[in-house]
């Protein structure tokens, strides 16, 4: 209960909106960092990895048990800069980033937390060195013989998007928590925007965007064909900077009216939703937009020349 009030008032703070299923994921990731000390986060970019364990660890601080993180990419490295490489001809050891920010977990202060962020595909040249961390040995061995306990207020998190390339002895020793795109749909990115903006403006787009978008990306996912797969957080995503770099600021002088605001909107909609289509798709599209949601102020399009709203 001391946590669940202290995640609450952490994601007040970040300016992020309490949304139930996310905020489910917190407390599976809690649960899991109580019995395991290497974990997986899984999930598609944009599904609120980062964000999560980010909150889960400012709440723990919160309520009196000081968390700090160490990120890094392990993909963007190779395999002798990530863990150290032994020198043949001088026998001199040159320690990699892993296993210097390894030995800085062992310096920690007493009671103090330290989270060992992974962050990056999961790739077998360096997951399949640290079988010996995650099992129960809970040591780092390295090239040149050293062999580094793990701190026991250490814990190392991954956070790949799928885990296609890691061998089952290295799945079985993690803790998994897998944060599905469903879980995040686009009602909750969108307000957590809509806070940071006027309440004139919040109540305008959200009745626009609240009977039409749903419908609109359904109608993307099941009857168009999209050259990239996007998810629903992604177009959202792309809908909000749309928005954020078109709509009027207090130093351009006036602010944006309701019929304004109502043209920026299908403005975004179409490039957002329609941006990765084909021109047959982004026509479909166009009269399925205005099938749909007549109400809207489309651009006047002239018929007989065959142009689209695009």
């Known amino acids: 209960p001391d946590l669940e009030a202290a995640i609450a008032n952490q994601v007040r703070t970040a300016g992020l909106v309490n949304h139930p299923s996310w905020t489910l994921k917190l407390i599976q990731l809690f649960e899991t960092q109580r019995v395991r000390h ?106 040149n013989g050293d062999r580094i306990p793990m701190a026991p207020n250490c814990k190392i998190i991954f956070e790949p998007h799928n885990i296609d390339n890691a061998s089952p002895a290295t799945v079985s020793r993690n803790g998994m928590v897998y944060m599905s795109s469903s879980a995040l749909d686009w009602k909750p990115i969108l307000e957590g925007w809509l806070d940071t903006r006027s309440p004139v403006e919040k109540s305008t787009l959200m009745d626009l965007f609240d009977p039409i978008f749903t419908n609109v990306y359904r109608y993307n996912l099941t009857s168009l064909t999209p050259k990239i797969e996007l998810l629903e957080c992604n177009y959202i995503a792309q809908c909000i900077t749309l928005l954020h770099g078109l709509i009027p600021t207090k130093d351009d002088g006036t602010p944006a009216s309701q019929s304004h605001l109502g043209r920026l909107f299908v403005f975004t909609l179409m ?9 047959e798709d982004r026509a479909k599209l166009e009269s399925f937009m205005r099938q749909d949601a007549p109400q809207l102020d489309y651009p006047p399009v002239d018929a007989s020349t065959g142009d689209t709203i695009f």
Do not use: Y
């Not at 490039?271 to 021109?279: D, F, K, N, P, Q």
């Open 38 to 143: 290497g974990m997986m986060v899984l999930g598609p970019s944009g599904a609120g990895k980062t964000c999560c364990i980010h909150i889960l660890m400012k709440a723990l601080t919160d309520i009196g048990q000081p968390h700090r993180e160490m990120r890094m990419n392990p993909k963007a490295i190779t395999a002798s800069q990530m863990f150290g490489k032994l020198d043949v001809s001088t026998n001199d050891w040159t320690d990699g980033i892993f296993s210097t920010l390894w030995r800085k977990t062992l310096r920690t202060k007493k009671g103090e937390h330290v989270w060992l962020v992974l962050d990056g595909p999961v790739d077998t040249l360096w997951i399949e060195n640290l079988n010996s961390v995650l099992d129960d040995n809970k040591t780092l061995t390295l090239a």
């Open 271 to 279: 490039w957002s939703v329609g941006a990765l289509l084909e021109l």
